[in-house]
């Protein structure tokens, strides 16, 4: 399910679609379909990581930022972390996406990187860098 949102804050179901493969062509589809229904401008796709949807979403408007669902990336990050170290990892992940600038949720990120947890983990820390 694909929800927008006005720039007045207004949420509008845009569709559901179901597939067996959810690749970069079903997504290419989507978005065309989209902009023929007249979806014109895309400021910011939060979307979770699916295999061709980013792409997807800059061919069809060009000038939209795209990124990855925070909920997707903590779960992303902790697949990667052991079951015990979950709640704590997830700690030091707040402080980068709650931080009040990019300066601080990198300075955040770096502390994580150097933390016990992060050379530990360093799959979760690549997560992040990578998003």
Not at 96 to 117: H, M, N, Q, R, V
């Amino acid at each position: 399910m694909l929800i927008g949102v006005t720039v007045e804050g207004i949420k509008h179901a845009l569709g559901i679609w179901v597939t067996e493969n959810e690749g970069a062509k079903f997504w290419a589809q989507v978005c065309a379909q989209l902009a023929n229904r007249g979806v014109k401008d895309v400021l910011i796709a939060c979307c979770d990581g699916l295999t061709g949807f980013p792409e997807a979403i800059e061919a069809t408007w060009a000038r939209a930022t795209v990124q990855t669902c925070v909920v997707h990336l903590i779960r992303a990050a902790n697949r990667f972390v052991s079951y015990g170290d979950r709640k704590a990892v997830s700690k030091q992940l707040k402080t980068i996406y709650t931080a009040p600038s990019i300066e601080s949720a990198g300075k955040a990120l770096d502390d994580f990187e150097a933390s016990e947890l992060g050379r530990k983990y360093p799959s979760a820390v690549a997560t992040w860098r990578n998003a």
